[in-house]
């Protein structure tokens, strides 16, 4: 079992930076990819981003490219989200989540390639 709380989300102006964190307990040893995923209102849920969690491979998806920032503390089992330069459209509730086994990176980017959940945490980005 591996248990995941996100902290960190807030009410942000367009053009802010915000910091997610997700603090990470249980197995984390056997963790092997974790990732960011959001859902905006009346949308589905999509992935942000992934990292291996030993390698530090990173993805992301084209919308958030060169403004957000995952990166992971594999001492303090802590991942990231570094979000600059928020948009509108950036809104929405963010979970982290955690992979057991590997997976092929298209796999990755998909909800049921991951094990454990968080509760989420509410960004919203409005003026």
């Known amino acids: 079992q591996v248990q995941l709380v996100e902290s960190g989300g807030g009410l942000v102006k367009p053009g802010d930076s915000l910091r997610l964190s997700c603090a990470a307990s249980?197995?984390?040893?056997?963790?092997?990819?974790m990732a960011w995923f959001r859902q905006a209102p009346g949308k589905e849920r999509e992935v942000v981003g992934n990292?291996?969690?030993?390698?530090?491979?990173?993805y992301y998806v084209d919308s958030v490219k060169g403004r957000f920032a995952i990166s992971r503390d594999t001492v303090k089992n802590q991942l990231d989200l570094q979000m600059n330069s928020l948009k509108s459209e950036d809104t929405g509730v963010y979970y982290c989540?955690?992979?057991?086994?590997?997976?092929?990176?298209?796999?990755?980017?998909?909800?049921?390639?991951?094990?454990?959940w968080g509760q989420g945490t509410q960004v919203t980005v409005s003026s």
């Open positions: 249980g197995r984390t040893t056997d963790i092997y990819t």
């Open positions: 989540a955690a992979a057991m086994t590997y997976m092929p990176p298209p796999t990755r980017r998909r909800q049921d390639a991951y094990d454990y």
């Open positions: 990292i291996r969690w030993l390698a530090g491979n990173t």
